[in-house]
């Protein structure tokens, strides 16, 4: 396979992944990439991660980026507390079966105490469960207080029908969501991993009833998600995700003997090719060459769409410049969406979901509503 | 009092933080993130529950007079403030 | 340099071009905007306003008017913070008062090395009064009232306390006031001066008063909060400043943060430290000579500490 050729990110990326390769960086950057390393870093939620592997340094830093650090330590902080306060409740919710639960995601890797788990911002607890047993979670979630959050009627249909979750679930009270899946792609996707074998394999928790995913299905989730999921706004994080799951994984060599194995078992082998082959030409990954081989021959596509994604992902994944918005990034992002609706949809299904949610209402998503803040101090009536 | 009547217990990881200004107390709870405010007499309770785990009866023994209520009542009054503060996630029933 | 010293047209082509960089309190906050009638309007209110050359800017804004043919149709105006927009897009003749909602959600979105209480703050012979309230509360007006009868502005909006020592931070940014207020303040204080009034689409006029000069010279010094009052305009209501038992104002003031609950542990200290060191009041008037009046004389009696006084 030919050496990766692959677009190289906007210079004002620089220190934001000069920083993520080595956080010794921050004491070398000007107060310009300094003051550009805090913009990107907190577009790509990758400020609160930076800002925890930053506090040995924190004295030897400017007064500002201290101040920054701290406020986003302190976001990460809370959203840790709320994640772990959430998964007890749940753990009291879901007592009574006998159903494994398996965490996904942001709960696993903070109840499995993995060091990717710092500085995450996402506070939605994700869950996997064995669909005979999905009534059963349902009804124990609802008696304990979670509500459907409001759907339309289609969404309502669309998601019981074709997707891999329940509609999500929020809480009452603490206004957190819960997702209750029972596989981790749609049932309309191309790709069909079978969650018996994903549960099966999961490994057990020190402090809880629940379960995670074991390493290699772990990082083909992570993998999956960033390439097959459709919403590509948070995708450095993601990639930075698969990135911190291989450097934490790499250490056991069974990891790297099942990874492709698994990875064919489980239909996975494309998404995980693709988070191989960015995580280590973007980020540096350091990946055993004769891994990448194995997942090639296991999962790359023709030459000519290898090449297409070369240069689509990087524009897609990396932070444009803040103040100058690339048109061509926008125009990667709108590609890689369609496509990876394409991936999990057939085409007519696709087409008739994209003109209704062209259609339907738009619901306000852009800001995150931080629990306890009591009002947008804002533009009355607007 | 049977011994094995189920206990309550502020569990382990469960740090309960207290600000009192004449009769009310202003509790935090770290592992839920949330505050609440109790009056005096239920926010005795809580820290009688945290000191060491108890069951209705016990706190009944320990504050029915403080309640002033018969002995049934005092023990449903109880039941319903640990039933409360359950929910809040301030107690939880001990494992057996 | 001052933004006043700077020349109209180099100001108005910065604007547009790399932006204006000023302190708001600890904050430094750099806009730029394709607006050219702000131009004006902002040298105006931030006319004592250091400029900061160079170093690292804590907000990055944009205020974005619509170009091309939509402009002549609905010109609007977009409010951008690396990325986010927090709000939808305004008539354009919002522009100021787009800029000034934008500023203050960039620091309670953001500043969580403070407590941030949604509260106006003056302060006069060391001691600062907090008065938190939700909008309509009438704590702009009061604020702006008291500034101009010998208290130093620290925030009309919100109150930023020190995570350490529960101390108050100023921004001592311009007071944004609405509708009747407005001429209220003329009458009360006619030396203030003021942005240019906008008839606003849903509920009225809305202007905004220059932060006085000393207020602004003084903006990087830090006060000790001595009552927390939480104010209540009413109409034809009987003044009456009435003493808050702590933990209520405790959970009042809690209510009316904007960052409480995030802040754990540190947020419930300092919290705490706050409510312990002020007395705190609900304060209920109808006129803003009287409620200037009373509070006056609240400051001149013994502070007490501890519990409830």
Same mark, same amino acid.
């Given at each position: ?120 911002? +996402? ?20 008696? =304990? ?36 899946? =029972? ?107 004769? +891994? ?91 | ?96 | ?21 000023? =302190? ?96 106006? +703050? ?177 400051? =001149? ?9």
């Amino acid at each position: 396979m030919a050496e990766a050729v692959i677009a190289e990110p906007d210079a004002s990326a620089g220190p934001l992944l000069a920083v993520l390769a080595d956080c010794n960086a921050l004491l070398a950057l000007s107060a310009v990439d300094l003051d550009m390393l805090l913009r990107q870093a907190r577009r790509t939620n990758l400020l609160s991660r930076i800002a925890l592997d930053a506090s040995r340094l924190e004295q030897r830093l400017p007064k500002t980026v201290r101040a920054h650090f701290d406020a986003a330590r302190t976001l990460a902080a809370d959203q840790d507390r709320m994640l772990r306060w959430e998964v007890n409740r749940l753990e009291r919710a879901l007592a009574g079966l006998a159903a494994p639960v398996v965490l996904l995601k942001g709960a696993a890797y903070a109840l499995a105490e993995l060091p990717l788990a710092r500085g995450r911002l +996402v506070s939605d607890v994700d869950i996997l469960v064995p669909r005979p047993t999905i009534g059963a979670v349902e009804e124990a979630l609802l008696r =304990h207080g979670w509500e459907h959050v409001k759907l339309e009627p289609y969404d309502q249909r669309y998601y019981r029908r074709w997707m891999h979750e329940l509609p999500p679930l929020r809480h009452r009270d603490r206004n957190t969501i819960v997702d209750v899946h =029972h596989r981790i792609l749609p049932l309309t996707s191309r790709l069909h991993p079978d969650p018996n074998r994903q549960i099966a394999a999961a490994r057990a928790l020190a402090d809880s009833p629940f379960r995670v995913l074991a390493p290699a299905d772990m990082l083909l989730h992570s993998a999956t998600h960033l390439f097959h999921d459709g919403d590509l706004s948070l995708a450095l994080r993601d990639l930075v995700d698969v990135h911190d799951l291989l450097v934490d994984f790499r250490e056991s060599p069974a990891f790297w003997e099942v990874l492709v194995a698994r990875a064919r078992e489980l239909e996975l082998a494309r998404p995980l090719f693709y988070a191989l082959r960015y995580a280590a030409g973007l980020l540096g990954t350091p990946v055993p060459a004769d +891994v990448m081989m194995a997942a090639a021959r296991a999962g790359a596509p023709s030459a000519p769409l290898v090449a297409m994604m070369d240069r689509l992902v990087p524009l897609a994944l990396m932070p444009d410049h803040p103040d100058r918005p690339g048109r061509q990034a926008a125009a990667a992002r709108r590609l890689l969406y369609v496509r990876s609706h394409w991936v999990r949809m057939p085409s007519l299904l696709l087409a008739r979901h994209l003109a209704r949610k062209a259609l339907g209402t738009r619901r306000e998503n852009g800001v995150a509503q931080h629990r306890g803040l009591p009002r947008e101090a804002g533009p009355p009536g607007h | 009092m049977s011994s094995a009547a189920p206990r309550w217990h502020v569990p382990a990881g469960t740090c309960l933080l207290r600000k009192s200004w004449g009769d009310e107390v202003v509790v935090f709870n770290t592992a839920s993130g949330q505050t609440h405010v109790l009056d005096a007499l239920s926010a005795a309770i809580l820290e009688a529950i945290e000191a060491s785990p108890a069951s209705v009866d016990m706190l009944a023994h320990r504050f029915g007079r403080q309640l002033g209520l018969e002995p049934a009542a005092c023990a449903r009054r109880l039941e319903i403030v640990c039933e409360h503060f359950d929910e809040l996630g301030l107690i939880a029933p001990e494992p057996s | 340099m001052s933004v006043s010293e700077l020349p109209p047209g180099t100001f108005t082509r910065r604007l547009g071009h790399e932006g204006i960089a000023f =302190h708001a309190g600890p904050f430094v906050v750099r806009v730029v905007a394709n607006v050219a009638e702000l131009a004006a309007p902002l040298r105006l209110l931030y006319g004592d306003l250091p400029l900061v050359e160079g170093g690292i800017v804590d907000f990055h804004i944009r205020l974005q008017a619509s170009t091309g043919p939509r402009r002549w149709l609905r010109p609007q105006v977009v409010f951008v913070c690396d990325g986010e927009t927090p709000f939808f897009p305004l008539p354009r003749r919002l522009a100021l008062a787009l800029l000034e909602w934008g500023i203050n959600w960039c620091v309670h979105h953001h500043a969580h090395q403070y407590l941030l209480i949604h509260a106006a +703050v003056v302060e006069r012979d060391g001691a600062a009064l907090i008065l938190p309230g939700p909008p309509g509360s009438g704590k702009s007006t009061l604020c702006a009232a008291l500034v101009h009868r010998g208290w130093r502005l620290l925030s009309d909006e919100i109150a930023l306390i020190d995570l350490a020592d529960a101390s108050v931070l100023p921004l001592a940014r311009p007071v944004a006031l609405k509708n009747e207020s407005i001429d209220v303040l003329h009458s009360f204080a006619p030396a203030a001066v003021f942005g240019p009034v906008v008839r606003e689409t849903v509920k009225g006029a809305i202007a905004h008063m220059k932060p006085p000069p000393d207020s602004v010279r003084r903006m990087h010094e830090a006060a000790r909060p001595a009552a927390l009052i939480f104010p209540e305009f009413a109409v034809d209501a009987a003044i009456n400043l009435a003493p808050l038992p702590k933990a209520r104002a405790f959970f009042q003031a809690a209510d009316l943060s904007f960052n409480y609950h995030i802040l754990g542990e540190r947020g419930f200290d300092a919290l705490s430290r706050l409510i312990d060191g002020c007395r705190c009041f609900s304060f209920t008037y109808s006129s803003l000579d009287d409620a200037v009046g009373v509070l006056a004389g609240l400051e =001149h009696e013994p502070l007490m500490t501890g519990s409830y006084g």
